[in-house]
């Protein structure tokens, strides 16, 4: 009997968390192949709206709901794979700033010629921290906005960004960058990634068996690995 295939779309965030899960899962389950595509998480919901053939679907939970809410994954299956905070990187060889308290965060901020941030649940949520502290109007010439999928650091990497902010975990094995750490306590940014099922999926139990495995202890180790804790 051919082995059962499930294809997985994800944002960039998880993806190398997932590869690794992937390989780990199919070593156990050698009569199941698993196939990843990991986008920008925008591209990876409208590719899912319009109807787009996936089993699993992994964005950040605030995503999942919105297509649980539109019919297009199963919300009872939503789990939660892990939180990711955001971590904040300058080019290599550029000085330090002091980033450890809010009030230090917001005067780096304010001191860069160039910042980045994603167009994923964090760059929102920063936006939202920038329009509160009213900087938002001053900063914006100085935003560098990614095309989705384009890592930030990539941009931190040439230089086209003196500041960048984004997930831990695709910032913390990119080369050409200095990670300074993650935000102040204070203002700290955990986005919770969920996987689940798509509607149209006709593999509910080889879905079910790989969201379980996703989500067991066993993969702690590697979430951590990855720069992020087990949901």
Same mark, same amino acid.
């Given at each position: 009997?051919? %082995?059962?295939?499930?294809? #997985? ?6 993806? *190398? +968390?997932? @590869?690794?899960?992937?390989? /780990?899962? !199919? ?63 300058? %080019?290599?060889?550029?000085? #330090? ?6 009030? *230090? +965060?917001? @005067?780096?901020?304010?001191? /860069?010629? !160039? ?84 509607? /149209? ?31």
């Amino acid at each position: 009997m051919p %082995p059962t295939t499930l294809t #997985l779309i994800s944002s960039m965030a998880t993806k *190398a +968390l997932l @590869a690794e899960l992937v390989t /780990a899962f !199919t070593q156990q389950h050698p009569d199941t192949a698993v196939t990843l595509t990991s986008v920008g998480g925008v591209d990876a919901a409208r590719r899912v709206q319009a109807g787009e053939a996936f089993d699993i679907v992994a964005l950040g939970a605030d995503a999942i709901e919105k297509l649980a809410a539109s019919g297009h994954v199963r919300g009872e299956t939503r789990t939660d794979l892990a939180r990711s905070a955001v971590a904040v990187a300058v %080019p290599a060889g550029a000085l #330090l700033p002091d980033i450890g308290s809010e009030a *230090a +965060l917001k @005067a780096a901020v304010l001191a /860069a010629p !160039t910042l980045g941030y994603s167009t994923g649940p964090s760059g929102v949520a920063l936006a939202a921290l920038f329009e509160r502290w009213g900087i938002a109007e001053q900063i914006a010439p100085r935003l560098v906005t990614p095309p989705p999928g384009v890592p930030v650091g990539s941009l931190v990497a040439t230089g086209e960004v003196a500041l960048g902010f984004q997930q831990l975990s695709e910032l913390m094995h990119l080369p050409g960058i200095r990670l300074i750490g993650g935000l102040p306590e204070a203002v700290q940014i955990v986005t919770t990634f969920s996987v689940a099922q798509a509607t /149209a999926s006709p593999q509910a139990a080889a879905v079910q068996r790989f969201l379980a495995y996703a989500a067991g202890p066993q993969t702690a180790k590697l979430k951590r690995r990855h720069g992020m804790a087990p949901a």
